[in-house]
């Protein structure tokens, strides 16, 4: 499935369906380049699994690791960009609970979170630069 989202409101609107059809032990990757919008596609879709519009969701950039809890059950927001070795991964814990529903972006660095995944969504920036263009695989 592709789609073109416009603008922020229509990134949460789709965020919000994606969220409505994830289950635990989902795991999301988010792909594309830097200022792609995988950092607001997952503020949208945690939001939507937390049920607060306004829930606070930073970015996981230096943390590594946002944890949250939902209706859902547990969400974990990762970003491995700043990983040094795809070994590192390991200590982050984000296999460890199968009842989470995990998001991660720059999930490149890390073979096995790849592997992993059941849910790859793609983000790019059309030609011109306005909105941006979603792709979802489930695996």
Do not use: C
Request: aromatic share 4%; net charge negative; charged share 20%.
């Amino acid at each position: 499935m592709t789609t073109h989202l416009p603008d922020d409101a229509a990134t949460a609107s789709f965020g919000a369906q994606l969220a409505d059809g994830l289950r635990p032990g989902d795991l999301v990757i988010l792909e594309g380049d830097l200022g792609a919008g995988k950092t607001a596609l997952a503020r949208a879709i945690i939001r939507a699994l937390a049920g607060e519009e306004a829930l606070e969701v930073p970015s996981p950039t230096f943390a590594l690791v946002q944890p949250y809890e939902t209706p859902k059950g547990p969400v974990l927001h990762a970003d491995l960009y700043r990983l040094g070795d795809p070994q590192e991964v390991d200590e982050l814990g984000l296999l460890d609970n199968p009842e989470a529903i995990v998001l991660v972006e720059w999930a490149e660095r890390s073979p096995e979170i790849v592997a992993a995944a059941s849910l790859a969504i793609s983000l790019h920036i059309p030609p011109g630069g306005a909105g941006r263009d979603v792709s979802v695989v489930r695996r």
